[in-house]
């Protein structure tokens, strides 16, 4: 992305970056609904094939619409260039196979995407690569993880659901140490409340599938980053295809346009229900960033422009009580799903980490009476009013 957009706000940033009127005039973006391009001549389409001319060949790897979404997100991260994918999880595979190569190491938070962790245990391992797992905070185990043939330390902060944070820039030193690359799925916060490149990482992951789209619509991804690293990632998409399609693209772009002020607003309502829940005589525990009783309540504040939509909470009387708060709830969604405008509720223990043994999920803090919440639009005294804790 050139550096034009470094000096606008984001929310300026949002509704305008990366847009590129056609000779038509069109105000909203155009969806550029074509799986190929023409050219004026054989000898412009030589000169597209070797590179040599910029410009549209097919829409595996070059799109209007898509460009438009990537320079946008590219933009709103501080990243010289995104990669949009079909999904999150193509984003993250795409990463891999552009960096990374038979004998490399991985280290990785062991508190991220489930899906990622089978990524990386089923399928990155066939080819070589390992991943050893280690608790997200402790810096001293990320150090004592590595080894030479370390080269992607991946992260999620926060993490979900029990929200805890890592420190990035410390992180991304101890990477840097290695000449090893920090990934960041900066899912949770986006652009809008963390900005993992400024904090030293190298590539930030999204699932635009999330907060970015916000309103349970489409599913996609994309890397961003700069350099050799985009290249390597841009280079697999083109020969592999994890494409986003320019439709998807599309209610992307529009997602981006009302993100900061959505997830503001969900953040807010967030925190208004975290104290609410705080409070509750049948409420155990309460994880959420922006409250000062969270142990890393200092590091999320100076890190991060804000504490997010997602909280968890626990409480008394295990799965039976946690069962009965999600069934009697009449507004939340009961979804595995976050990043709505529609508040969703989840039982991680016997959803997201249900295919983990019991001792696996004590390991991880994931006890039976533990609630997730990924906080909507919705007035919050009308999803306070859901909640049915008893006690
Ligand atoms: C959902 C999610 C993913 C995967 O994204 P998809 O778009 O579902 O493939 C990756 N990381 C995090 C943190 C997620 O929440």
Redesign the pocket.
Known sequence: MDNFWQQFAAETIAVHAGQERSNEGEQSEAIFATSSFTFNSAAQAAARFSGSEAGNIYSRFTNPTVRTFEQRLAALEGGERAVATS????A?LSLCMGVLQQGDHIVSSQSI?G??TLLFTNFMAKFGVETTFVPLADLQRWQQAIRPQTRLLFV?SPS?PLLELVDITRLAAIAHQHQALLAV?N??MTPIQQQPLALGADVV?H????FLDGQGRG???AVVGSGAVLDSVYSFLRNAGPTMSPFNAWIFLKGLETLQIRLNQQSANALVLAQWLEQHSAVETVYYPGLESHPQHALATQQQQGYGALLSFTVEGGQEAAWRVIDQTKIHSITAN?GDTKATITHPATTTHGRLTPEQRQAAGISDGLIRISVGLESVSDLIDDLHLGG
């Open positions: 999904s999150g999880m193509a993250i995407f899906t990622t999620e979900n799925d899912c949770l992951i699932s635009a599938t999330k599913v996609g991804g976050l």
